[in-house]
């Protein structure tokens, strides 16, 4: 019989040796140390995410796109979409991106990077961020944290 969750996918035999390979599986994933990093524009993520590695960037949006690709050619993978919710590139000035060291180069990281990379300077050139109030300004930093509160919610499941 077959097993799958979306994630893993086990035969499972006349005895137990699917699920003994499942809780194999588990342990060894548990056991494994993922190096995850947060690479922000967001203050609140900053200081609110403690028990992750975040690096800080203090620029636009499309700088801590360019950060993610340079760690990215380094070996890391992106654990979280670039472009993830329905805000346009040009409306938020705020993104956080989580990535986690690997031990090669992961084109498909390197695809959607650079993606998100002409994606958003093709929404900055037809029309610049605007100058939105401090309180706009202040939800779209909420928005981000909340989304990648979540989104490290799902990752630790995960993983």
């Known amino acids: 019989m077959l097993y799958s969750d979306g994630i893993l996918k086990i035969i499972l035999t006349e005895k137990t040796n699917g699920i003994c390979f499942l809780c194999f599986l588990l342990n060894r994933l548990k056991k494994e140390r993922i190096f995850i990093i947060i ?4 203050t609140i993520v900053k200081n609110k995410i403690k028990h992750k590695n975040v690096k800080y960037i203090n620029d636009i949006y499309l700088e801590v796109l360019k950060e ?38 992961d084109t498909n990281s390197v695809l959607l990077i650079e993606e998100a990379i002409y994606i958003s300077n093709k929404f900055q050139n037809n029309k610049q961020t605007p100058n939105w109030t401090y309180n706009v300004i202040d939800d779209f930093r909420v928005i981000d944290l909340d989304i990648l509160s979540n989104t490290l919610e799902r990752i630790q499941y995960i993983l």
Do not use: F
């Not at 690479?39 to 967001?42: A, E, F, K």
């Not at 993978?77 to 956080?96: D, G």
């Open 68 to 105: 993610s690709r340079n760690l990215i050619h380094k070996g890391y993978e992106l654990l979280s979409h670039p472009m993830y919710s329905s805000i346009k590139p040009n409306e938020t000035p705020y993104r956080s991106i989580i990535l986690k060291k690997s031990n090669k180069l």
């Open 39 to 42: 690479i922000t524009d967001n």
